[in-house]
Structures are given as structure tokens and as C-alpha cells.
């Protein structure tokens, strides 16, 4: 670490603050300027070996299977190793990995302007991903098109008109490439849920524009049919339509209040209950505590917005098998003889370790494999102490792919990757972050109820003052 520290210190301290502030002194836009094609050269180093981790898990794969001993897929290995020692999520380290290769393998004149620090980033992702179906015997060509046209521009190409560029190239050059694109753009179509805070997700996607455009019409014409008293505004009525639509509803039901509504009457259809794991503290659920509950893949919630969601929910009591609460007597847990663990078991591993354990990996403890930390072939227990989430993929990595794990008995994982880095992964569930809060404050007084007590307060300072008696 030190080693890179002073690398980076004397980098940036020596060389290149003092070349521009002694002898080139710059400064206001032109400093900023420079320092941004400077982080486009280092962003053209940094992918460029990220890159060659790919290429060199490639190259090792057993031909002609493509895969590393083991059936690991050398991409997942790749970026793996990266994810975790760059400290990046894995979609990162997945993007990076294959930007770095293309660069090398198709587009290395792209590679060696940006390495010059005469294009961004964004820009050289833009380009990467609008040829990725170019046909390997045209690319060469599209490639010099694409540089002469940035090079043509005083303005810098971005964004939508970067992708008209690139579109008129390639429809020139390449015009099969292009139906490719399509092609591959509608089979690629998805929706995403993201978390958010305040226990709130965000939704993105990619659909067919028809599609998209029928249902941004649909959720429109949903959200205008409720009546003028509805208290929602027009965007949180779309937002309520799409969720009506999921429920099988074919009509938002208008919230004026007035049972006479002709919006409010014979909604059909019951809500479909969708399975979601939320773990809830007891004490808040009977609304003696305000401790947060949490969604399992979205991280806390709020106390009140636990408990709606509770009302309406099927409960279960989450069991400690460690006999104890506290950690010293992890090890007083007796396994269980079979390789599956009991729901129960499975459930409170689940509620320790939150996410896949993996470095970057962030998808959902519940929709993960529970991994035996040490495998039960070589005498691994089926309890709390040898169990651990990881997702489907990072589980194979385990598994085949040489990735070494070790569990300590509060949970936290020693994972040496096939490199031989050593990574240190506590468990990151709503038990230990709760376990061992910052102190939570007492609940702050709603702002009515504060504005209430302080004209009490100073109507009672008034009363005081009239009821002294006069200063004689
Ligand atoms: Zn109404
Ligand atoms: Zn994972």
C-alpha cells in the first residue's frame, strides 16, 4: 500500500502540480481542462489493464469448451477478481472489463486518442457500445470515420448527436450492422428495479419505443380518469396506474373520499400479494420501539412504513439457533444433520449477511444459495457459523472456480480469490448493523406539534410575566 501511496503522491504532488504552477501556470478553466484530460488518460491506463485481466482469464480457458477447469466462465472469473480489488459493484467491474477489451481488440485507435486524453470516458463507452455489432471486417473503417468526424468538430460530440454520428457511419458502412444493433437491442429489453432511500425504488428499463410509448399512454389515460378532488398529483397517479396494472386493475381508484365518486365504485379484482422478506424487529411491529425493519435487497426502512407493510403480511418468528445472542457462544449452536438447512436456520443467515457476501455483489440474501462456507464433504456443518449467501454466480466461483472462503463466528468472511488476494467481508444484514447501533435518538417531534409546544411555551412565559409581581 505504501508502495502505491507515494507512487501516487509524488504523481500528483511533484510531477504534475508543479508542472502547472511553475513553469505553465494555469489556472480557472484551463486548469480544469487539463486536469480532465488527465483523468481521461489515466481512465484509458486503468481500462486498458482491466482489459488484459479478461484476456489473460481468456487465454487460459480449456479449448475448446471456453471455460477454466472447473466449467467457471472466465468472464465471471475476471470480473471477480476485479470487482473485489478494485472495491467497484460488480456491474462496474463487468462494464469496465469489457470496455478495456474492446478497446484493445477492436477499436485500438479509439484506445490510443482517449489514452491522449482527447476524449472522455463517457464518450469512448458511447462509441464501444454503438459498434459493439459492427462486422469484425468493417470496423477498421468505422472506427476512422467515427475519429475524423470528433476530429472535425471544434464542440465536443456528445450524448444524443455523439450517436447520430456514429448511427450515420455505420449506416454508410455497415448497414447489417445496424439491423444487428436493433436486433440485439430488443432482445436485450428488461426492467430494472434499483433501491432507493426513504424506502422508495426506482424502476428503469428498455422496451420496444411502441411498447413503451403504448404504455406511457396507458398510464396517462389511467391517470387522468379519477375526479378533481383526488389529492395526488398527475405524476404519483401514473406512478399509482402501473401499480394497478400489476395488481391486474384495469382503473386507478380516485381517493376523493366521497363514496358517491363515479371513479371510486366497483374496482375489480383483489391485489395480488406479491413475496417480498421484509425482517421486522418485534418490539416495533407492536409499536413499543421505532427500530427500522428492512427489505430484503433494498436495505431499512422507516418504523411506520414497516408496520403498513406488516398489516397486510404473513409473519413468522426469525429464530437465533446460536442459543445466546451473544457471540462467544456461536459455536454452542448444534448443526444440523442434513446438507439443506431447516427454513429456520436458513432464514436467520439470511437476516446476518443481508446480500451475496461477495465484494460488489449486491443481489438480494433471499435470492441467493446458501453456501457452506467450508463444503460439507470436507466436514463443513450445516449451521449459522459454516453458512453464507452467495448469488448463483459468485456460488460457482466458490465452488469451481479457486476462490477460497473461511467464515469467522461473528460472520465475517475470509475470502482469498484465485490470485491469492485476501479480502475481509463482515456481514452486512439488518442483525449485526442493528446489533451494534450508533444510539438511536429519541423520535424528533413533528414540526406542527413543535410549532404547538413553543406558543405554549411563550404563551405560558406571557402568563408568567403578568402574573409577577410589578418590579418595585
Ligand atoms: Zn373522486
Ligand atoms: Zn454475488
Not at 129 to 136: K, L, M, R, S, Y
Amino acid at each position: 500500500m505504501s508502495y502505491l501511496r507515494r507512487t501516487i503522491d509524488n504523481v500528483f504532488d511533484t510531477v504534475l502540480t508543479a508542472a502547472t504552477t511553475a513553469a505553465n501556470p494555469v489556472a480557472g478553466v484551463d486548469a480544469a481542462i487539463l486536469w480532465h484530460r488527465i483523468e481521461s488518460a489515466a481512465a484509458a491506463r486503468k481500462l486498458a489493464f482491466v482489459g488484459e485481466v479478461l484476456a489473460r482469464h481468456l487465454n487460459e480457458c480449456e479449448t475448446p469448451v471456453g471455460t477454466l477447469p472447473g466449467g467457471v466462465d472466465p468472464a465471471d472469473a475476471a470480473e471477480a477478481e476485479i470487482a473485489a480489488a478494485l472495491g467497484i459493484t460488480c456491474s462496474t467491474a463487468g462494464r469496465w472489463m469489457w470496455l478495456g477489451h474492446t478497446l484493445a481488440t477492436r477499436l485500438p485507435n479509439l484506445a490510443a486518442t482517449f489514452a491522449a486524453g482527447e476524449l472522455t470516458e463517457h464518450q469512448v463507452q458511447t462509441i464501444a457500445t454503438c459498434t459493439a455489432n459492427v462486422d469484425p471486417d468493417f470496423i477498421k473503417e468505422v472506427e476512422a470515420h467515427i475519429l475524423s468526424a470528433l476530429k472535425g468538430s471544434s464542440a465536443r460530440l456528445v450524448g444524443k448527436k455523439l450517436r447520430a454520428v456514429i448511427d450515420a457511419v455505420i449506416i454508410r458502412v455497415d448497414p447489417d450492422g445496424l439491423r444487428a444493433r436493433r436486433d440485439a437491442a430488443v432482445l436485450g429489453r428488461h426492467v430494472h428495479v434499483h433501491p432507493a432511500t426513504d424506502g422508495m425504488a426506482e424502476l428503469a428499463g428498455s422496451l420496444t419505443a411502441e411498447d413503451a410509448t403504448f404504455l406511457d399512454r396507458r398510464l396517462d389515460e389511467m391517470a387522468k380518469r379519477v375526479c378533481s378532488d383526488d389529492p395526488r398529483s398527475f405524476s404519483a397517479r401514473r406512478a399509482d396506474a402501473l401499480v394497478a396494472l400489476t395488481h391486474g386493475r384495469p382503473d386507478l381508484d380516485c381517493l376523493c373520499g366521497d363514496p358517491a365518486c363515479p371513479f371510486t365504485a366497483d374496482i375489480a379484482g383483489t391485489p395480488r400479494r406479491p413475496l417480498v422478506h421484509v425482517i421486522a424487529p418485534a418490539d416495533t411491529l407492536t409499536g413499543e420501539s421505532d427500530a427500522p425493519g428492512w427489505i430484503d435487497g433494498f436495505g431499512f426502512i422507516s418504523a411506520e412504513h414497516l408496520r403498513a407493510i406488516a398489516a397486510a403480511a404473513d409473519l413468522r418468528a426469525l429464530h437465533n439457533p446460536t442459543v445466546s445472542d451473544a457471540v462467544a457462544d456461536y459455536f454452542a449452536e448444534t448443526p444440523e444433520d442434513r446438507y439443506r438447512p431447516s427454513q429456520s436456520l436458513a432464514d436467520w443467515v439470511k437476516a446476518v449477511h443481508g446480500w451475496c457476501a461477495f465484494p460488489g455483489c449486491g443481489q438480494p440474501a433471499w435470492e441467493s444459495d446458501l453456501d457452506h462456507r467450508t463444503p460439507r464433504s470436507a466436514d463443513g456443518d450445516t449451521a449459522s457459523f459454516n453458512l453464507g449467501p452467495f448469488c448463483r454466480k459468485h456460488h460457482n466461483l466458490h465452488t469451481h472456480g479457486g476462490w477460497e472462503t473461511e467464515q469467522l463466528i461473528d460472520g465475517t468472511l475470509i475470502l482469498t480469490s484465485r490470485e491469492g488476494r485476501v479480502y475481509r467481508v463482515p456481514p452486512l444484514g439488518p442483525i449485526p448493523l442493528l446489533s451494534n447501533p450508533v444510539p438511536m435518538r429519541p423520535k424528533r417531534q413533528p414540526r406542527a406539534q413543535g410549532r404547538v409546544n413553543r406558543v405554549r411555551r411563550e404563551r405560558k412565559r406571557a402568563h408568567d410575566q403578568n402574573n409577577e409581581p410589578p418590579p418595585f
